[in-house]
């Protein structure tokens, strides 16, 4: 249920998409105490992204689960940063990231809804 969307300027080859996609998913995993087999990752890069007037590295997330802690966002944001900040080389604030709770009657899986 757990969905981290990774978007970023920084050129990604297959070697580092695939390391990025198991680590953060491992970290979603750990960090919100939940299966790892539920959590989706996806990483893509854009190169045509902007951020402070400046085209430097950069990356924007999405993190979107059932039941997000509020109280948990900044532990959420430290590791993700810290995730970027080892596989991409990013600076902790050139990554903006964007959480959202999702009401378990508007996520679908396996034919049904949780």
Do not use: C
């Amino acid at each position: 249920m757990p969905l981290l969307k990774i978007q970023t300027n920084v050129p990604v080859d297959d070697a580092t998409a695939n390391e990025l996609l198991a680590r953060g998913s491992a970290t979603v995993a750990e960090q919100l105490g939940k299966p790892e087999r539920y959590v989706m990752v996806s990483v893509e890069h854009n190169p045509h992204m902007l951020f402070a007037g400046s085209a430097d590295p950069l990356a924007y997330l999405e993190l979107k689960s059932i039941g997000l802690p509020g109280d948990r966002t900044a532990d959420l944001s430290r590791a993700l940063a810290d995730l970027l900040g080892d596989s991409l080389d990013l600076a902790p604030d050139r990554v903006y990231i964007e959480f959202a709770d999702a009401a378990r009657h508007m996520w679908g899986w396996n034919g049904g809804t949780f």
